[in-house]
């Protein structure tokens, strides 16, 4: 993981961008650190959507805790 500070992100941009293609960037001001600059290029955009979307986390973490059944179950109740 890289850092850099917001002053030398605003004069290297372009760099931090092709660096945050390999690797997480963290963005700090006075020492701490403040974002994280992750690269997607190559990513579509509803990928890109859902995987930071906090409601569709929540939902996500909500189905796992439901009840589950097993796949010959699942199988009965298609044919019924």
């Known amino acids: 993981m890289k850092t850099i500070s ?21 963005i700090t001001r006075n020492g701490k650190p403040i974002a994280v600059v ?3 290029e190559g990513v ?3 990928t890109v959507a859902l995987e930071t979307s ?3 986390w929540k939902e996500i973490a909500k189905r796992r805790k439901q009840k589950t059944i097993s796949l010959s ?3 009965k109740r298609v044919r019924a």
């Open 6 to 26: 917001v002053r030398d992100l605003q004069q290297r941009i372009r760099a931090v961008m092709e660096t945050a293609q390999k690797d997480q960037v963290v």
């Open 38 to 40: 992750l690269g997607i």
């Open 44 to 46: 579509d955009w509803e």
């Open 54 to 56: 906090s409601s569709f």
């Open 73 to 75: 179950e699942m199988r």
